[in-house]
């Protein structure tokens, strides 16, 4: 391993040396919220049982519904959460660019959700760790074969990173302890030659390895590489410095996101976990008291007189516990209960219900579900609920869009553009070098969708509609086109589904020439009524004029 290489590990072991501490918290928290994850400064074994430590539960389900909640919010399968836009809001609404864009996001949707791509995996894994710890870590690309996408969550424990001068990540190590034999089989040519001597004897014995991104500007060097592509990634042997890969990369391929950040930091914290860490350990202790004390009301203690039992004290069903003939009855029994005061058990289960409430509080649980609303409260109630159900939630859902899906599918994007993925060859030429983002779908944003739906329908029902009793004009203050068009788009209808806007001027010239010539045909239809009228009326005067010179004569 040249110097560099060497230089570049050794800041890596700095950087893990920095996060021991972090570490340890995280360790306290996985112990009391989850504790399957409870291995930052510990080792676990399959089948160890992780939560024996633990007297309540309740600590462990909060982080469990909360973050079983963000996919269905936030990633829901059932429909795409994701769409694919330009910066350029005005071509973005183009016809033809916005159905290229459609066909874009679903290639990309399939691609992410292929049964091989460990999306679904990873991302689970994933948002447990952001909930427990405020950080995650997943790293995506094209797998081994090239032939797809593949997406791993990785444990916190064995990863450190690095801020740039503007606060973003840009620098990740990463510890890997593959066995001899799965590094052998990924890095066939390059594997130094003691790990390729023990992978017969011992193919299950781990070797220490890492994995390094980082910007090539940082790496430096006069290899090519670093002069070709933004990012440089390095897989390095550790015992032997050997460099088993160095090549470059297009896009930065750890999304890290981060819950909540303080100046000075590069880690995350979690906005629940951080502040709920002494309610958790003292609703275990709480909860072991009552449980205690439930037990020994159950089975209490016993006070009997030695001198007076003979034998062992049967203390179960059907037990027979023998006692002195000679004892005198008048001293007390010779075997009974101890006292018990039981006035502290309803405040401790108050104290404990206390807690579980601050608990699920401080995950957010009571601020995720919707609001209650009945029949007799006014849209205006409704509307105003909404609205800080919003605000609400806001902490929760902002973060996760903007440090964890927006760098994700950004990501992707990326990657499947490398590869060929897309039809770029029947891109629009409007579309060609325009920046790409991502607009996503939430709780958040179908809610303002639907507000905007709703403001179409309140302008043209309740504003504009009696207006225009009193001045007809009125009605033209909107452009009915845009409006409504805005309003199917904002119900959820793709592009593809809308006819071109020119087609609805064809048709609605159509129906204007159609009414005139309804109008042509009814004015003539007309005319010839009135002409056929005025010819019998005429008929009818020769008649009679004929009848009174007859008369006359």
């Not at 930065?252 to 000075?264: A, E, K, L, N, Q």
Request: with cysteine.
């Amino acid at each position: 391993m040249d110097q560099r290489a060497r230089d570049i590990v050794t800041i890596g072991n700095k950087l893990f040396d920095q996060k021991r501490r972090v570490d340890s918290l995280n360790q306290e928290i996985a112990l009391n919220f989850y504790p399957e994850r409870a291995d930052f400064t510990s080792k676990k074994s399959d089948g160890d049982e992780f939560a024996d430590h633990l007297f309540s539960s309740y600590p462990v389900m909060a982080r469990r519904e909360l973050g079983n909640l963000l996919p269905s919010s936030l990633r829901p399968r059932s429909q795409k959460w994701f769409s694919i836009h330009v910066a350029n809001e005005e071509l973005d609404d183009q016809d033809e660019e916005r159905k290229f864009l459609e066909r874009l996001t679903d290639i990309q949707w399939r691609a992410m959700y292929d049964r091989e791509s460990g999306f679904v995996r990873a991302t689970k894994e994933a948002d447990h760790d952001f909930i427990s710890f405020g950080n995650a870590v997943i790293k995506f690309g094209p797998n081994t074969e090239g032939n797809g996408l593949l997406y791993r969550n990785y444990h916190l424990r064995d990863t450190a990173w690095r801020e740039n001068a503007e606060g973003k990540i840009d620098t990740v190590h990463r510890n890997w302890t593959p066995t001899a034999r799965q590094l052998v089989d990924t890095f066939p040519k390059t594997t130094s030659s003691e790990v390729k001597r023990i992978v017969d004897k011992e193919p299950g014995k781990e070797v220490k390895c890492r994995h390094i991104v980082m910007p090539s500007r940082i790496y430096g060097g006069e290899n090519p590489i670093s002069k070709r592509f933004p990012y440089v990634s390095l897989w390095i042997e550790c015992a032997s410095e050997t460099v088993l890969e160095e090549i470059g990369l297009n896009y930065f391929c750890y999304v890290i996101p981060r819950w909540h950040t303080v100046s000075g930091s590069p880690f995350g914290v979690s906005m629940a976990t951080s502040i709920l860490l002494p309610d958790g350990r003292t609703l275990q202790v709480m909860t072991r008291t009552i449980r205690e004390a439930g037990e020994m009301y159950v089975n209490p203690p016993l006070l009997s007189f030695s001198d007076a039992i003979r034998g062992d004290i049967a203390y179960y069903a059907g037990g027979i516990t023998t006692a002195d003939i000679e004892y005198d009855e008048r001293s007390g029994e010779v075997l009974r209960p101890i006292t018990q005061v039981k006035d502290g058990m309803p405040i401790g289960l108050e104290l404990s219900a206390a807690l579980r409430e601050d608990i699920r509080a401080g995950f957010f649980l009571d601020k995720i579900q919707l609001p209650e609303t009945s029949s007799d409260m006014t849209a205006y109630e409704v509307k105003r609920r909404l609205e800080e159900h919003i605000r609400s939630a806001s902490p929760i859902f902002e973060p996760i869009e903007q440090e964890y899906n927006d760098p994700l599918c950004e990501g992707t994007f990326q990657v499947l553009k490398d590869f060929g993925a897309f039809p770029v060859q029947e891109m629009p030429e409007s579309l060609q070098g325009s920046d790409v983002r991502f607009t996503f779908r939430s709780p958040l944003a179908d809610m303002a969708e639907q507000r905007e739906a709703e403001i179409y329908l309140d302008i043209r029902d309740r504003i504009l509609g009696p207006t225009a009793q009193i001045d007809p004009a009125q009605i033209e203050q909107i452009d009915w086109d845009e409006a409504t068009r805005d309003a199917i788009r904002a119900s959820g209808a793709k592009q593809k589904w809308l006819k071109p806007i020119e087609a609805l001027s064809q048709r609605r010239e159509q129906m204007a020439q159609e009414a005139a010539q309804q109008k042509s045909l009814d004015t003539a239809a007309q005319v010839g009524a009135i002409a056929e009228q005025g010819g019998r009326g005429q008929q009818e005067i020769n008649k009679a004029e004929a009848e009174g010179a007859v008369d006359g004569g």
